[in-house]
């Protein structure tokens, strides 16, 4: 037996998947080195190969273990982990990784402004110094989850006299801060899991900075890489929504016409293929960490996920016309497979704006894998307080 | 799951191919064929053949070859159809290896792996695994078939048994056919002598079928090859040519085709090295991976093709810029061995997704 396998069977050994308290499991997990095993030891991880979690997700999955609830904090999970094993000091990296795997601390994102999207460097939430403390003030937005969050990964502008990139810096916020105020903002789907998120006067400790001042662009686009990774995971052939596509086709044939049998198999063809170049990303990644190369992988699934879903909804067409709830609700976790075929028609509109819209993904697989020349750019090489805004 | 990455030693195999090719092979000389169909170029493949053994990679060391395999056989696909090299390592080092192999053959093998004969699958280009019928009389297009020195042919023996013949170039007549891709050109195949059997019943059409999907699975990676070059061409392309006093590739409008190519050749090769992978595995879901592999990378690679020529604007409808060449090949990739149409019929059927 495996020495991995072993420690998996010790675990479950030491805490009964089927009775114990998933955060007791998760944090047990944590302990064991099984949590991110390309992690360093102490660290939730055995510093094995990032390829070797399947294994060990596999054998939990089998033994009904509890999972890490990725609906809910995809973002502590999906970046925010990843950033402060990266660039975090060693007392972050304690104090925050283990409540993080086991869900009982929820993480949100604080990047996007109103001024500040897809030009994500021109943030200018503004993060002065104070003693061993910041004080930061500005307004964030598309905060997916902020209602429920403990915690935030925030970028802020800690200098204007420096060109955009140069200025920002990378901090971990208490969302209990009496400064933060969170405010609901409503999708298309009726749902509001975004917010606005407005910081008056909120006080960060300079302990809390992950990476140098002034390196925050360099420990986001970190981040972002591994958001656009997990955006796009997905392991098994037919997951997602071409999987409840089939499912539909093979269980009622009334659906079943010359044109839908086409399409159905070009997009069946075209996400397997797509899932095939993400196994090989993630075998290609099992050393290092994500690069651009990700971005294709979110703009492909950006554009199955948009046309599969409108597809579904042709499929069956006296089901499409319905919807199941436009009641406004502020959801637990993000899911882009719930409800019915018209809330994920419209949700996976998303899929092409959040995480960098496919054209700022276009741009960066265009300069930085390809080595395009860049756009032309007004505001390159300017302080940030002289580009007009 | 199958290893969809390189080994260092599929990867030093590249290095040598393509090494090789750029000795060897003249850039011009694709496009030249077309004009003069009868230039020599069997010293091309005499180079690759003999000095780098590839005549000989999927045939067993006991009968004189390399004893590599599926995925090395896609490496060296790969960087053949980036050079579009008129050579016939898929139909005679691939394919009809294949069918003899399956057959069991022992006769004919040592000669092929040395590179001194090559061998030709006598069915039309077109067909593929299950879709093709014994060949009576004449068979076209044939791919292979004008400097073959072999004839495989799926026929129908007494009883109506199926039978693999195997016919000297005694015994056929062979007619040249202009030709769409004159880099692989094609020819009518006629059967005049009495040749022997290589198998026969089921075992023949196994071994036909083996061929055939073999061709298919590594088919892809030609196809991957080709892509690879018209993106690598077009980005260089794009970073040199200036309009309105910049490079075309700052534009968003080119850039945004390229990137979206880009993910295209990402997809297309994890596509092509997960056929290559389960065939050499014998893995159960090869026949899902080829035709999920042929659907994707012959559209993919037609599609790379077309946006070289377009993203190189006048130049590119050129005879002289080299994109034509790689365009005929594409196009004619996608109609060999099965349309994309074709293969995701058979795809339906193997993954239970029925027309009806």
């Known amino acids: ?389 | 799951m199958t290893d969809l990455l390189y080994t260092d030693v599929e990867e030093s195999l590249r290095s040598s191919v393509r090494s090789t090719l750029q000795r060897s092979l003249d850039e011009g000389l694709p496009a030249r064929l077309y004009d003069e169909p009868d230039t020599d170029v069997g010293a091309l493949w005499q180079a690759l053949a003999g000095q780098l053994g590839l005549a000989g990679l999927l045939v067993p060391e006991s009968l004189g070859g390399v004893e590599a395999g599926p995925r090395e056989a896609a490496v060296v696909l790969e960087e053949l159809g980036r050079a579009v090299a008129p050579v016939p390592f898929l139909t005679s080092a691939v394919i009809a290896t294949t069918a003899l192999l399956e057959a069991g053959d022992e006769q004919h093998l040592p000669a092929l792996a040395s590179g001194e004969r090559t061998a030709v699958l006598v069915l039309p280009w077109t067909a593929r695994r299950g879709a093709w019928s014994a060949v009576s009389g004449s068979t076209e297009p044939v791919a292979g078939a004008l400097d073959a020195d072999l004839f495989l042919v799926p026929t129908t023996g007494e009883g109506g048994v199926p039978s693999l013949r195997a016919y000297d170039r005694g015994d056929v007549e062979v007619e040249a056919i202009t030709s769409l891709d004159m880099t692989r050109p094609l020819a009518r195949v006629t059967v005049t002598g009495q040749g022997s059997e290589v198998a026969s019943g089921t075992r023949a059409e196994v071994a036909v079928d083996a061929a055939l999907a073999a061709g298919a699975a590594l088919l892809a990676s030609e196809q991957l090859g080709l892509a690879q070059w018209c993106l690598e061409t077009t980005v260089e392309y794009a970073k040199t040519r200036v309009q309105f006093a910049r490079p075309i590739g700052s534009f968003q409008a080119i850039k945004h085709r390229l990137a979206d190519l880009y993910l295209l050749l990402v997809s297309a090769q994890a596509a092509a090295r997960q056929a290559a992978g389960t065939l050499a595995d014998d893995d159960p879901d090869q026949q899902v991976s080829q035709a999920v592999a042929q659907a994707f990378c012959s559209d993919a690679a037609v599609r790379a093709a077309e946006e070289a020529l377009q993203l190189h604007g006048g130049i590119g409808m050129t005879w002289e810029a080299l994109v034509h060449t790689r365009l005929k090949r594409a196009k004619s990739d996608q109609l060999a061995l099965g349309t994309p149409d074709r293969h995701r019929s058979d795809l339906a059927v193997l993954v239970d997704l029925p027309a009806s």
């Open chain 1, 1 to 389: 037996m495996s020495d991995l396998k072993q420690r998996v069977e010790e675990l479950l050994a030491s805490h009964d998947p089927r009775t114990s308290d998933a955060a007791d499991f998760l944090g047990a997990q944590y302990d064991a080195g099984l949590a991110w095993v390309h992690f360093p030891e102490g660290k939730g991880g055995l510093g094995i190969s990032r390829g070797r979690q399947l294994e060990v997700d596999a054998l939990l999955d089998a033994a009904g273990a509890p999972r890490p609830d990725f609906g809910r904090n995809s973002i502590g999970l999906g970046m925010a982990a990843p950033t402060i094993l990266a660039f975090g000091s060693r007392e972050l990296q304690e104090r925050y990784l283990r409540p993080l795997f086991a869900c009982t601390e929820i993480w949100c994102q604080l990047f996007s402004e109103p001024g500040a999207g897809s030009d994500l460097a021109a943030v200018a939430t503004r993060a002065v110094p104070d003693g061993d403390e910041w004080v930061v003030d500005g307004q964030k937005v598309w905060t997916s989850g902020a209602h429920n969050a403990d915690f935030a990964i925030l970028v802020a502008r800690t200098d204007t006299s420096v060109p955009k990139h140069a200025g920002l810096t990378y901090f971990l916020v208490d969302m209990t801060d009496p400064g933060i105020e969170v405010r609901p903002l409503r999708q298309i789907t009726g749902e509001a899991e975004f917010n606005e998120v407005f910081l008056t006067g909120v006080r960060v400790h300079d302990r809390n900075r992950v990476g140098a001042i002034g390196e925050g662009w360099k420990v986001a686009t970190t981040t972002l890489n591994n958001e656009r990774v997990a955006i796009s995971a997905g392991n098994d052939r037919e997951a997602g929504q071409i999987g409840l596509v089939t499912e539909r086709w093979r269980t009622d044939p009334s659906v079943r016409t010359p044109g839908n049998h086409t399409e159905l198999m070009q997009w069946w063809v075209e996400t397997e293929v797509t899932r095939l170049a993400g196994e090989r990303l993630r075998q290609g990644l099992e050393a290092g960490q994500p690069g651009p190369e990700s971005s294709a992988m979110k703009l492909a699934f950006a554009q199955q996920a948009q046309q599969v879903t409108g597809f579904a909804l042709e499929l069956a067409p006296e089901e499409g016309l319905t919807y199941h709830d436009w009641t406004m609700v502020r959801p637990e976790g993000g899911s882009f497979l719930g409800h019915g075929p018209g809330f994920r028609y419209l949700r996976a509109k998303g899929n092409s704006i959040e995480g960098g819209t496919s054209e700022i993904m276009r741009n960066i697989v265009a300069e930085r894998v390809l080595g395009l020349p860049p756009d032309h750019r007004p505001d390159k090489g300017i302080p940030f307080k002289d580009v007009p805004r």
